[in-house]
């Protein structure tokens, strides 16, 4: 019954949609001044800080920049600092800031801004969080430096202020104390586009912040020269794949995000749409181990033993797009592992029956729950119902909107397992999964003393030995299922001019012809 409802439902979305955008197409005819990239939902905040949704980074980033981001080898480089110096002891790291850099509302930014965009990042990002652990002290040295003051030396400082995901983006500090313990509403930042409106369910307009202030050093990757060469961004909501791919063969998006994989090939051969394969992302089945049935390990076990992951990945496309894998980081990192493979894709349903008996299972249902806003997840989910159904398992998918979704997943009471899509990373430390607060919360002292271990270690092969530890730690936990690894496919009008087709995606440097 829920597929039927929802084959209705996207089926009328997408008469709606297509009606839409064929009968506005004008609207957003293309022209140098305004570049337009669909994507596959509403964020549900801009507020950087506060989480690591996709969307909310794609958009926000910007407008909102950070003290160090990466280059195009993952470098972390700086953007909003001068640079940085480390104390021989490892515990005192000096940064300086740029001078001359102003705020969308005409402040300079200070150190005054950083310290109180730092301090609150420490709270309300779960990678902030694991820095502040080991944070001494922060104060502003002067109006142009920061001190950072650490209990012990850690080895990704540096790499901590330079992510994206829940990352420290820098704010005025009045913006910090209007908010409080709420999430910033005033999207107010430093970058080449300026936030000027957020037409609810539509789109959101960003425009070229004139008084930028680039940084002195050529483009590449995430960091370097940043130029606004649209005068106006806009991020058109489309939840409807088919309305995406349609948007751009029509000319009415220049760029579409989140396309789906099978449709690589037909555009091979088009020369008016330019195909681009992304970074991997890696796909996970997220046990509740805060509330419920798999509160139980032995349960969680029964489950991780009867997923078959060959049967899944096929939702991605063909063999090209997705592949089998047990590390939780990417093979295109220094941090690739096998470590508790063998509890990798079991596939094993007697296996599973045996270990279901052993918790005690007794047919209780358990709850999946699922977005209508994600075609794959929502497929991933299906087949894993399936699958599990197959086992023994009574397996209830609980399917709702975006909105409805969002506000049931942080609440550990409304679920026991839901689906996880995770963006490239080049370090583990970046791993939104290892925080206790992430969905899921994995509370563990055995992860919080290897971790420590982990951030802490000199050498190269020390650091690694213990990365292989907390690896098999996800396993012998189930602390989430991997599913696999599968390729990001994203398509542009063929006008489209300067797209770096880095893991995450972002418009300036990029221009829009006729």
């Given at each position: 019954m829920q597929t039927l409802n929802r084959s209705r439902f996207v089926r009328r979305l997408l008469q709606i949609s297509l009606f839409f955008f064929v009968s506005v197409g004008a609207a957003f005819a293309q022209s140098g001044d305004t570049l337009i990239v669909a994507i596959k939902a509403q964020p549900p905040t801009l507020d950087m800080h506060a989480t690591t949704n996709n969307l909310v980074r794609n958009v926000a980033m910007h407008v909102n920049e950070g003290l160090f981001t990466f280059d195009a080898d993952f470098n972390p480089t700086p953007m909003l600092a001068t640079g940085f110096e480390r104390s021989d002891d490892g515990l005192i790291y000096t940064i300086g800031l740029r001078e001359g850099v102003t705020f969308h509302n005409g402040k300079g930014m200070t150190s005054e801004d950083v310290v109180a965009s730092l301090n609150?990042?420490?709270?309300?990002?779960?990678?902030?969080r694991t820095l502040a652990r080991f944070v001494e002290s922060l104060e502003a040295d002067g109006?142009?430096?920061?001190?950072?003051?650490?209990?012990?030396?850690?080895?990704?400082?540096?790499?901590?202020?330079?992510?994206?995901?829940?990352?420290?983006a820098i704010y005025p500090s009045e913006v910090i104390e209007r908010t409080g313990d709420e999430r910033i509403t005033e999207i107010i930042g430093t970058g080449p586009y300026r936030f000027v409106e957020w037409a609810e369910g539509q789109e959101i307009v960003l425009e070229r912040y004139e008084d930028y202030q680039p940084v002195d050093m050529a483009a590449s990757g995430y960091a370097g020269r940043r130029e606004a060469l649209a005068q106006t961004l806009k991020f058109i909501f489309v939840p409807e794949l088919s309305v995406r791919r349609v948007g751009v063969e029509a000319g009415d998006f220049h760029m579409a995000l989140d396309i789906d994989p099978e449709s690589f090939d037909s555009y091979i051969d088009n020369p008016d749409v330019q195909s681009f394969l992304g970074a991997p992302r890696m796909t996970t089945f997220i046990p509740n181990k805060s509330q419920g049935i798999m509160t139980d390990i032995t349960m969680r076990?029964?489950?991780?033993?009867?997923?078959?992951?060959?049967?899944?990945?096929?939702?991605?496309?063909?063999e090209d797009f997705?592949?089998?894998?047990?590390?939780?980081t990417w093979q295109e990192t220094a941090w690739w592992s096998d470590a508790g493979s063998e509890l990798y894709n079991v596939c094993d349903a007697a296996r599973a029956q045996e270990?279901?008996?052993?918790?005690?299972?007794?047919?209780?249902?358990?709850?999946?729950?699922?977005?209508?806003?994600d075609d794959s997840k929502f497929n991933v989910a299906l087949i894993l119902e399936q699958q599990l159904e197959a086992t023994g398992f009574n397996v209830e998918v609980e399917v709702r909107?975006?909105?409805?979704?969002?506000?049931?997943?942080?609440?550990?009471?409304?679920?026991?397992?839901?689906i996880s899509e995770h963006t490239y990373r080049t370090h583990p430390i970046l791993h939104s999964h290892l925080q206790a607060?992430?969905?899921?919360?994995w509370e563990s002292a055995e992860r919080d003393r290897l971790l420590s271990e982990f951030l802490v270690a000199g050498s190269e092969e020390e650091t690694h030995a213990i990365w292989d530890q907390i690896q098999g730690l996800y396993y012998d936990d189930v602390v989430v299922i991997k599913i696999g690894d599968y390729f990001e496919h994203h398509i542009a009008s063929s006008g489209l001019q300067g797209y770096a087709n880095m893991p995450e995606p972002f418009f300036w440097n990029v221009s829009v012809g006729e």
């Amino acid at each position: 019954m829920q597929t039927l409802n929802r084959s209705r439902f996207v089926r009328r979305l997408l008469q709606i949609s297509l009606f839409f955008f064929v009968s506005v197409g004008a609207a957003f005819a293309q022209s140098g001044d305004t570049l337009i990239v669909a994507i596959k939902a509403q964020p549900p905040t801009l507020d950087m800080h506060a989480t690591t949704n996709n969307l909310v980074r794609n958009v926000a980033m910007h407008v909102n920049e950070g003290l160090f981001t990466f280059d195009a080898d993952f470098n972390p480089t700086p953007m909003l600092a001068t640079g940085f110096e480390r104390s021989d002891d490892g515990l005192i790291y000096t940064i300086g800031l740029r001078e001359g850099v102003t705020f969308h509302n005409g402040k300079g930014m200070t150190s005054e801004d950083v310290v109180a965009s730092l301090n609150r990042w420490m709270v309300r990002s779960s990678f902030g969080r694991t820095l502040a652990r080991f944070v001494e002290s922060l104060e502003a040295d002067g109006p142009y430096e920061i001190v950072v003051t650490l209990n012990e030396p850690v080895n990704f400082v540096i790499t901590a202020f330079a992510t994206f995901r829940a990352g420290p983006a820098i704010y005025p500090s009045e913006v910090i104390e209007r908010t409080g313990d709420e999430r910033i509403t005033e999207i107010i930042g430093t970058g080449p586009y300026r936030f000027v409106e957020w037409a609810e369910g539509q789109e959101i307009v960003l425009e070229r912040y004139e008084d930028y202030q680039p940084v002195d050093m050529a483009a590449s990757g995430y960091a370097g020269r940043r130029e606004a060469l649209a005068q106006t961004l806009k991020f058109i909501f489309v939840p409807e794949l088919s309305v995406r791919r349609v948007g751009v063969e029509a000319g009415d998006f220049h760029m579409a995000l989140d396309i789906d994989p099978e449709s690589f090939d037909s555009y091979i051969d088009n020369p008016d749409v330019q195909s681009f394969l992304g970074a991997p992302r890696m796909t996970t089945f997220i046990p509740n181990k805060s509330q419920g049935i798999m509160t139980d390990i032995t349960m969680r076990r029964a489950v991780q033993a009867a997923v078959c992951v060959e049967d899944i990945l096929p939702v991605y496309g063909g063999e090209d797009f997705w592949r089998v894998d047990p590390s939780v980081t990417w093979q295109e990192t220094a941090w690739w592992s096998d470590a508790g493979s063998e509890l990798y894709n079991v596939c094993d349903a007697a296996r599973a029956q045996e270990l279901a008996q052993e918790s005690g299972y007794d047919g209780e249902a358990i709850r999946l729950a699922v977005s209508t806003g994600d075609d794959s997840k929502f497929n991933v989910a299906l087949i894993l119902e399936q699958q599990l159904e197959a086992t023994g398992f009574n397996v209830e998918v609980e399917v709702r909107d975006d909105a409805a979704h969002g506000a049931i997943i942080d609440d550990p009471s409304m679920w026991d397992f839901a689906i996880s899509e995770h963006t490239y990373r080049t370090h583990p430390i970046l791993h939104s999964h290892l925080q206790a607060t992430w969905t899921g919360w994995w509370e563990s002292a055995e992860r919080d003393r290897l971790l420590s271990e982990f951030l802490v270690a000199g050498s190269e092969e020390e650091t690694h030995a213990i990365w292989d530890q907390i690896q098999g730690l996800y396993y012998d936990d189930v602390v989430v299922i991997k599913i696999g690894d599968y390729f990001e496919h994203h398509i542009a009008s063929s006008g489209l001019q300067g797209y770096a087709n880095m893991p995450e995606p972002f418009f300036w440097n990029v221009s829009v012809g006729e």
